[in-house]
């Protein structure tokens, strides 16, 4: 059975791409901090019949990172495509926002070490097998402000953008490996609702997950592009 190691695993957009490639006969590696929030993912999706297992890891340490792929790979016998996404629910020290005035050293380094380093960390821990075998695929997410800056986010942008340009450029080298990169840019709110209760605010487009999901089952099937952009 091929494999989809998942950085980042969430009850929003990780499952719903677990979903879409387990039900497409992949297992399924998720991979982020809190272990009884995988494990609850793990066992949703076995009851959808998708083989999945959890391997926790901080993508800010990249150590534990490169580990949880190493296990993952030694529990499935390989990964056939990696799916980097990584969002923070809930407050990650240091990790703040920043209008680009605003934007030092201090407040963007932990950015790059999030979106950008953590994707290379990523990539390293599995592409030279994919390379050795000719094959894989890698896919990186980032939102919107990768390609049209937001000012209130102008640190996670920069961060984000450094992370596309890397990921265009890596699928310009592997042309012709067997091996493709490429990157998903969401450019709407993910969910719905009030802001109150963390959703849109007003006039912002949304999507869903489900809605958003099979865009990265189309990259992995047509590898026609180096980045899709999802937008309203």
Known sequence: MPTLAIVGAGSGMGLAIARTFGSRGFDVALIARTEQKLEALVDQLGQEDIKAAAFPADVLDRASLTD????????????????????????????????????????????????FY???????????????????????TTGGGSVDPVPMLANIN??????????INLNKELAGS???????????????????????????????????????WDLYENRDRPEAIFSA
């Open 158 to 167: 920069a961060a984000a953008a450094a992370l596309r340009n890397w990921v």
């Open 178 to 216: 067997g091996v493709y990169a490429g990157h998903v840019v969401i450019s709407v709110w993910i969910g719905g609702g009030a802001v109150a209760r963390g959703g849109a605010p007003d006039g912002v487009p949304t999507a869903t997950p489900e809605q958003i999901a099979p865009l990265y």
């Open 68 to 115: 949880a792929l190493d296990a993952a790979k030694a529990h499935f016998g390989g990964i056939d495509v990696l799916e980097y996404s990584p969002a923070p629910h809930s407050p990650v020290p240091g990790i703040t926002m920043a209008a680009p005035s605003e934007v030092t050293v201090d407040n963007l380094q932990p950015q790059i070490e999030y979106n």
């Open 118 to 140: 953590g994707a290379v960390t990523a990539a390293q821990a599995v592409l030279p097998a994919m390379r050795a075998a000719g094959a894989g695929t890698l896919l990186f």
